[in-house]
Nanobody, 126 residues
Framework: VQLQASGGGLVQAGGSLRLSCVAS????????MGWFRQSPGKEREFVAA????????YYAESAKGRFTISRDNDKNMVHLEMNSLKPEDTAIYYC????????????????????WGQGTLVTVSS
């Protein structure tokens, strides 16, 4: 499946952004979807994941209470609503997908996902 992320940009600390990712597959509802991010000089890290129907969602500690992952299976899209952004949220954000069962509330790793989008840059200024 091909994934295309969008919605990144420059925002001031405390502001909000909504990232979107569209998938080119007829079986999007079979995919667990996630968001990861990578800051300069750091490894890619897990941000959030959602089950096939959106009923199960899990967030990294850094995202809890500020970010919301959601999906629209009719449109083959997954979103990441980010509020109260901080300079440390600056990173390239990647959407990822895998055609598997939601394997529980956990910090997912890159190895859990087989398909990746190209990334969208989020810059939070102080």
């Amino acid at each position: 499946v091909q994934l295309q992320a969008s919605g990144g940009g420059l925002v001031q600390a405390g502001g909000s952004l909504r990232l979107s990712c569209v998938a080119s597959t007829r079986v999007f509802s079979m995919y667990v979807m996630g968001w990861f991010r990578q800051s300069p000089g750091k490894e890619r890290e897990f941000v959030a994941a959602t089950s096939w129907n959106g009923n199960r969602r899990y967030y990294a500690e850094s995202a809890k209470g500020r970010f919301t992952i959601s999906r629209d299976n009719d449109k083959n899209m997954v979103h990441l609503e980010m509020n109260s952004l901080k300079p440390e949220d600056t990173a390239i954000y990647y959407c990822a997908g895998t055609p598997s069962y939601y394997s529980g509330d956990k910090n997912y790793t890159e190895a859990d996902f087989g398909s990746w989008g190209q990334g969208t840059l989020v810059t939070v200024s102080s």
